[in-house]
């Protein structure tokens, strides 16, 4: 069982920085893909960006792409998502997870672990 606590998120105008961390717990995470997803009230959920094991393949929306970082720090079993250039339309619940799969195609393969989520809202 793996425990995933997501920090970081807050509220910034357009055009600020916020990076979230995902502190897993539980078991060590670095044998299976990280990512992280977002929910906005009313719409459906997005993934955003994601990484492989062993942290050489990353996945990237193309809403985020360009101003999102994924990494991940395995001796710390943390996973960190570094948000550039932030517009109000970033304005979500953002959830960390975790896989067995990595996936080109929307980052992640099946969730097996998520977070509780962590509020990021930008204002204009």
């Known amino acids: 069982q793996v425990q995933l606590e997501e920090s970081g998120g807050g509220s910034v105008q357009t055009g600020g920085s916020l990076r979230l961390a995902c502190a897993a717990s539980g078991r060590t995470i670095s044998a299976v893909a990280m990512g992280w997803f977002r929910q906005a009230l009313g719409k459906e959920r997005e993934a955003v960006a994601a990484?492989?094991?062993?942290?050489?393949?990353?996945y990237y929306s193309g809403s985020v792409k360009g101003r999102f970082t994924v990494s991940r720090d395995n001796a710390e079993n943390t996973v960190y998502l570094q948000m550039n250039s932030l517009k109000p339309e970033d304005t979500a619940v953002y959830y960390c997870?975790?896989?067995?799969?990595?996936?080109?195609?929307?980052?992640?393969?099946?969730?097996?672990?998520r977070g509780q989520g962590t509020q990021v809202t930008v204002s204009s």
């Open positions: 997870a975790a896989s067995s799969r990595f996936s080109y195609a929307n980052g992640l393969g099946s969730i097996e672990y």
């Open positions: 990484i492989s094991a062993n942290g050489l393949l990353t």
